[in-house]
């Protein structure tokens, strides 16, 4: 029994938060979740962010998780002119195993960028974030073994674990970023940021486990082919415990106003998850609301039980500028 209960905990941990944190295919909309040095890190007054993700939908409630955000910058008139000092708030809700096991934590966020020329379209910056976290264990959707009887399932066994159901503790997030503009109208960039650097115990059974660290390398940019049409690219690679992802691709964007201080576009591209997913995504934006929407396609080895189908998922972003004016280039994808 209790080699069994090893096992199905080692189970859970395995697919949820020892080898790998929850994550977006669509990345680069989820600011906050990414790279702590985003925070403020946009052409506008704030940003509102939001995303959920269905993964594995033929296998019920794999993987469900929600996550979003607001950032905006500060002390504009106290620090010199094309710096950014931006503070941000965060949280996400991740449930694994039809909600056997729910995550949920809150995040603040501190940046600083410093402007590398006058016009501030090189900037190079650092982020910080604290966050705390809570995660459950429902000992009552787990089955074991000795619930098996002639006449079927027995009630859900009442052994107890070692370090309870309910786990909270206190994480650190950092990282820094670089973006680039050569002529104000398109934008590079490339950042690096480390997740769990105080690698807090997270155990249901013992002290012997810690929340490995995530190290993620991304860039990306955007550049414009013409006056209607602009490309944007991006990619992450991510290393956490013995897991690791790399995410590349783009979109073409259609400025269907020709206004470039508050476009009307729409998005068509994809993105790979190598060695995974194809990821196709489309996109809408309109008076500072950008919509997307993906979906995984399964190319793994497990499409034959997910039927292909590795999960939707959709973002929204708002950013609140001006009107009529046409800011510093600052990554979008």
């Not at 790279?35 to 939001?50: E, I, M, V």
Request: proline letters at 4%.
């Amino acid at each position: 029994m209790r080699k069994l209960l090893l096992i199905c905990v080692t189970l859970v941990f395995a697919l949820s938060a020892y080898a790998q944190d929850p994550h977006f295919s669509q990345f680069f909309a989820s600011p906050l979740t990414l790279n702590p040095a985003f925070t403020g890190k946009f052409d506008g007054q704030l940003r509102l962010a939001a995303n959920h993700r269905d993964q594995w939908p033929s296998i019920p409630k794999a993987y469900v998780t929600t996550a979003a955000s607001l950032d905006f910058s500060i002390l504009k008139n106290k620090i010199p002119q094309g710096d950014v000092f931006g503070i941000g708030f965060s949280g996400l809700s991740d449930q694994s195993a039809d909600a056997a096991l729910k995550l949920n934590y809150g995040s603040v966020s501190l940046s600083y960028h410093k402007a590398l020329d006058e016009e501030g379209y090189n900037t190079i910056g650092g982020g910080f974030q604290a966050t705390y976290s809570s995660i459950t264990l429902d000992r009552n959707k787990l089955t074991f073994e000795d619930q098996l009887t002639a006449n079927g399932f027995t009630n859900p066994t009442q052994e107890t674990f070692d370090n309870g159901t309910n786990q909270n503790y206190f994480d650190i997030n950092a990282g820094i970023l670089y973006s680039g503009s050569s002529n104000g109208y398109n934008n590079y960039y490339l950042g690096v940021s480390v997740y769990h650097i105080n690698r807090p115990n997270l155990s249901f059974i013992d002290k012997s486990w810690t929340l490995a660290s995530r190290i993620t390398v991304h860039g990306g940019g955007s550049f414009p082919a013409s006056e209607m049409l602009t490309i944007n690219t991006s990619a992450i690679y991510q290393m956490q415990n013995k897991a690791s992802e790399l995410v590349f691709g783009g979109a073409l964007e259609a400025n269907l106003n020709n206004d470039a201080s508050n476009p009307t576009s729409v998005f068509g591209g994809a993105w790979m998850r190598l060695n995974d997913a194809v990821i196709p995504y489309v996109g809408i934006e309109t008076n500072g609301l950008r919509i997307g929407v993906s979906y995984d396609v399964n190319i793994s080895s497990l499409k034959a039980a997910t039927a292909s189908r590795g999960g939707s998922e959709f973002s929204l972003i708002y950013i609140k500028r001006p009107s009529e004016v046409k800011g510093v280039p600052c990554p979008r994808f």
